[in-house]
């Protein structure tokens, strides 16, 4: 009963360099998401998925890219790390929006990248 | 612009001590607010709450919901060093569908 799986769980990388967090989900859900986590500013979303084939920016875009690849996977890019990029990444996924689970996130356990 | 707002920041308590967090918002077009708990890893859903005065409870966790004041608190009874954790208020932001803004957290410490 995996839930959700993020890969990987640390990363350290050089401003500039590139690199992409893979999420993959086993519940069926039709909703994925990307948030990330700064101290005393909560989870912020960076990229939202609705549906498999369709993608909607988020609160804090600038800087990624996000694939959903199918129903199961989200994955999200940093094209041109910067240190403002350093941070705790979380992928979570819920039911299709307009059902009772639509907001009841279930979340994966977190990639912590660092960028140097 | 959408947003919640969690007090406090942080609390010290000691084991067997009652605490009530405190989340405020401001939502476009409201539908519900949720509660998440978060250990070392992976926020985990405790509560949402979609009417006012009805309280949910699991344990020694309740929460409820103030619709006219726009607040929610989550109590919690007889603490113990396990309840040591950040605990996030959240909301669907009206324009987003069911995409989620969080508050900042408060972080509880439990302490024996």
């Known amino acids: 009963n995996a839930g959700v799986t993020q890969t990987p769980k640390f990363q350290v990388l050089k401003t500039g360099q590139s690199m992409t967090l893979q999420c993959a989900q086993d519940?069926?859900?039709?909703?994925m998401y990307w948030y990330r986590q700064d101290p005393g500013m909560g989870l912020r979303l960076i990229y939202y998925?609705?549906?498999?084939?369709?993608?909607d920016k988020g609160e804090v875009p600038n800087g990624y890219n996000v694939s959903r690849l199918n129903k199961r996977e989200f994955s999200l890019r940093l094209e041109s790390a910067a240190p403002s990029q350093t941070s705790v990444y979380f992928c979570?996924?819920?039911?299709?929006?307009?059902?009772?689970?639509?907001?009841?996130?279930?979340f994966g356990a977190g990639s912590r990248l660092t960028v140097l | 612009e959408d947003k919640v707002v969690q007090s406090p920041l942080s609390l010290v308590v000691h084991e067997g001590d009652t605490v009530t967090l405190n989340c405020s918002y401001e939502v476009t077009n409201f539908r519900s607010l949720l509660w998440y708990k978060q250990e070392k890893k992976a926020p985990t859903f405790l509560f949402m709450l979609?009417?006012?005065?009805i309280e949910k409870k699991s344990g020694r966790l309740s929460s409820i919901l103030d619709k006219k004041e726009l607040f929610s608190i989550l109590n919690i009874t007889a603490t113990q060093t396990g309840d040591s954790a950040v605990y996030l208020c959240a909301s669907p932001i009206s324009d987003y569908g069911n995409k989620l803004v969080f508050g900042a957290g408060t972080i509880l410490r439990v302490k024996s």
């Open positions: 979609t009417s006012s005065g």
């Open positions: 979570a996924s819920s039911q299709a929006s307009g059902t009772s689970g639509a907001n009841v996130l279930t």
């Open positions: 519940m069926n859900h039709n909703s």
């Open positions: 998925s609705a549906s498999e084939g369709t993608t």
